[in-house]
């Protein structure tokens, strides 16, 4: 097997992953390259997930019989964990929401309804960039058009990084929220925040960071990003399936309305006018995802067992190698950076005139699992002229064999098209 500095001891991490030894199609081992759109669970996870539904299953912060207590510290203990592992001054500032998509709807709307000098209407202006997720450009899209605020955003590069030529006239004293991804899905551009940060700030703009392809891939200190609002997801990083995170700094969760209305939000409720909780259950309306919470914890000791500087040097190691096999191949052409530094670990790609359905189509067939389409990022294929792509993304299990074996693969792509 290829041997690369800086890699984990791939067989004993993927010995946690019981569905890395799954086969597909007449016996092949699954390659799975898909982990940009989510990761494989541990069992560390799985074991924790099932534990607390066989032995500590109740509702939280409603009961004082003895599974509600022990349910509720298990949620709340996943919090601390939670906090820990993003640096927050507070764990109070850690948010529970489904998603991340939920997340940045969740500041988006707090927005809109808020107070001065926190308001956003049509005196005023967001700023975004051309190579966001879907889900960090629809809901600025629906804030603008039901507040008249103005929306504008970064363009890239030819080499898919953000153009920051006009980022005087992009973010402007009239804007009120900066909202922008660490690492672009898609690209896997890894954006300059502190350049961003710098600029929104001389304005008194607010800033938020989408860090769902950041938090499961590298060190996550939100003191250290400066931003007011940090967004990321669950199952990308090891966990569940339904459970997001929103870190908000403390006086921002104080002074801004809640989103949702609804049970455990409340402090007082009548039938003329309610009070709200403390953040960060005035976030948190009605039951929450505790079971997935509980997973979130269960992954955030896993990962941390293993050591996110170890996780991001593998990685790197993984797309450094990766980088330099797909150039090798005729006719593809990598849609963003085509080097190592200042990238994640999703490489997209076009290959010639083939489709990349087509492509991902014929890679299945060989067991391996990649990604097509735009991404939720279809503004990145306007911009370089393309209808989709394939992407192949790694993680702190994948290997170079399985580098090995998507080179292969898009060989017999290239020869089965002839």
């Not at 022990?70 to 906090?83: F, H, Q, S």
């Not at 049970?263 to 009548?270: A, L, N, P, Q, R």
């Not at 087509?358 to 990145?380: F, K, N, S, T, Y």
């Amino acid at each position: 097997m290829t041997q690369l500095p800086g890699l984990l001891d791939i067989e004993a991490i993927r010995k946690d992953f019981p569905l890395l030894d799954r086969v597909v199609h007449d016996g092949k081992k699954i390659v799975y390259l898909d982990n940009a759109a989510t990761s494989q669970k541990p069992r560390q996870v799985l074991d924790a997930l099932n534990a607390y539904y066989e032995r500590h299953n109740a509702n939280v912060h409603r009961g004082v019989h003895v599974l509600a207590e022990e349910a509720t510290a298990l949620y709340e203990g996943a919090r601390d964990k939670v906090a820990a592992f993003i640096n927050a001054p507070s764990r109070d500032e850690v948010i529970f929401t489904k998603n991340a998509s939920e997340s940045l709807n969740l500041v988006a709307n707090m927005l809109g309804w808020a107070d001065e000098p926190y308001r956003v209407d049509r005196e005023t202006e967001i700023a975004i960039t051309e190579m966001e997720h879907h889900s960090n450009i629809v809901p600025w899209q629906l804030l603008s058009q039901r507040t008249g605020a103005k929306l504008k955003w970064f363009g890239l590069t030819d080499d898919g990084r953000l153009d920051l030529s006009n980022i005087e006239e992009v973010i402007t004293e009239k804007t009120k929220i900066v909202s922008f991804t660490l690492v672009s899905n898609i690209l896997g551009t890894v954006n300059p925040v502190e350049a961003i940060v710098r600029r929104a700030q001389e304005v008194g703009a607010l800033v938020l960071v989408d860090a769902s392809q950041a938090a499961p891939h590298m060190p996550l200190d939100v003191q250290a990003l400066g931003a007011d609002f940090v967004a990321f997801t669950g199952h990308k990083m090891c966990g569940p399936t339904g459970i997001g995170v929103l870190w908000g700094r403390q006086e921002l969760l104080e002074d801004l309305p809640p989103f949702l209305g609804g049970g455990e939000m409340i402090e007082t409720v009548s039938m003329h006018s309610s009070t709200y909780a403390p953040a960060p259950h005035k976030f948190e309306a009605g039951t929450p995802p505790i079971a997935q919470a509980v997973g979130l914890g269960a992954a955030v000791d896993y990962l941390t067992s293993i050591g996110m500087e170890n996780i991001a040097a593998h990685e790197h190691a993984i797309t450094e190698y990766a980088v330099k096999r797909l150039l090798e191949v005729p006719d593809l052409r990598i849609i963003g950076p085509t080097t190592a530094e200042d990238r994640g670990a999703a490489i997209s790609f076009t290959l010639g005139d083939i489709h990349p359905h087509d492509v991902g189509q014929v890679l299945d067939e060989q067991g391996i699992a990649v990604r097509v389409g735009h991404h939720c990022a279809r503004p990145v294929c306007l911009r370089y002229g393309i209808p989709a792509t394939t992407r192949a993304s790694f993680y702190l299990y994948s290997s170079p064999a399985e580098v090995d074996a998507l080179i292969d693969g898009l060989e017999h792509v290239r020869n089965f098209f002839g």
